[in-house]
């Protein structure tokens, strides 16, 4: 077993090699708590849960964190905006957080940390930072000297005169640097605030993430995660704070996910281009959303439109339709032990596990991984289509088997975990008047597929097969002859 995770750190894919052996500690900068969340929050939410459920199939432990920054500039002024305590709109949008997350099937995560409750060791750290030289204190709020750490930008490929040149700095006559940040700010009215060595305040972005996950993973640990946006300046600042306090390396890998975008601009709310989780969900399953997700490298951009949307629901009705064929058929049938399924046939239903494998060894590459379901589930729909009246219990233990595997590396991307889809509610008549069919289309097409099998004209029959399963029926064959069902929606 070797896993490959490309390190931004070093731009290259490197082996997953855990400090601790067997041991994996992961960390993930999560969401500011001010407002619903977006299909870009989703995609974080989502690449990360499927790097720790595969990490965990593969029998690593996995200690993962990920963190809610529930004191920050967006919370106050949005809590101002609505005349709530920030507190409670942190909380408010924690709690509606957890619920899409429970919503998409996201598993939660080892430990939550709330920034506000680890002012303590953020303290600690700040003065950690001081003793050695590396923090200042100036008109109530402390800053970290950049220029004394010498590997600062080493993460963003930047160096310090690039970033002097090309960044709109924050003109604050008190810093030594323009390019230094805040560790600690002091007080301002109507903001939150804690008692602090340097007077009262509230700590900067940047040293709550150092803070807590030296708290819960130590000062070196494994896999640091995030999206692209969080390089400069929120991972890079988060470097020189721990490496410049404690001398050690702090996490081996980075990685970083790419942007989710409509029209090809990046969807945030600054902008106002973005879709709620809750209101791509009022449209689509979550499965549906994960299988979009999941189509590209969680490294590339993806954008969302309504097209990609249809076609990630076609195609997961496609591999539920492939393994409810397989369920509906016995485990046994007869004696025939040749069967019908030829040995190509038998090698490649056998090898999808490890096809499987190794796309998602190889920096999890998703994209690739759900290919190989689509090539399994084709294969088979060829086998099904071809099978006897009378199979053979060799055949049925192989399409079991292959179907059972669908079902089981489906579930690391939170795909295929429904045992049984029920049928949409509403009236059969309706609902096949909203897709523009009746029952007698989908019986003289079903017929047209019977006497094209007959023929074994199989390109016809996964023609008409495909057909219908575009506009929303599923096919199901079986020893008392093909049945059909609506797709769930």
Known sequence: MSISIYNTMSRAKEPLEPLEPGHVKLYVCGITPYDYCHVGHARSALVFDMVARYLRHRGYQVSFVRNFTDVDDKIIARSHKLGVEPAALAQRFIAEFCTDMEALGVQRPDVEPRATEHIPEMIALIRELMDKGL??????????????????????????????????????????????????????????????????????????????????????????????????????????????????????????????????????????????????????????????????????????????LHDAGTGLARLYAAVERIEALPQTGTDDTDGCITEAGTAQLAGFKTRFYEAMDNDFNSALALGHFFETAKALNQVLDRLPEHPATSDLQRLHKAAGALRELGGILGLLRQPHRERNEGRTEDKLAALGLSEADILGLIAERAAARKARNWAASDAIRDKLLARGIALKDGPKGTSWDFVQS
């Open 135 to 308: 923090a200042y204190a100036a008109g109530g709020d402390v800053f970290y000297r950049v220029a004394r750490f010498r590997d600062y930008g080493r993460l963003s490929g930047r160096t310090l005169d690039d970033m002097m040149a090309g960044a709109r700095v924050e003109v604050n006559a008190v810093k030594e640097n323009p390019m230094d940040f805040a560790l600690w700010k002091g007080a301002k009215a109507g903001e939150p605030s804690w008692d602090s060595p340097w007077g009262p305040g509230r700590p900067g972005w940047h040293i709550e993430c150092s803070a807590m996950s030296r708290k819960y993973l130590g000062n070196d640990f494994d896999i640091h995660g995030g999206g692209k946006d969080l390089v400069f300046p929120h991972h890079e600042n988060e470097i020189a704070q721990s490496c410049g306090a404690s001398g050690m390396g702090f996490a081996r890998l980075w990685m970083h996910h790419g942007f989710v975008t409509i029209r090809e601009e990046k969807m945030s709310k600054s902008l106002g281009n973005f879709l709620t989780i809750r209101d791509v969900l009022a449209k689509y399953p979550p499965e549906v959303l994960r299988l979009f997700i999941f189509s590209a490298h969680y490294r590339s951009p993806i954008d969302f439109n309504e097209t990609a």
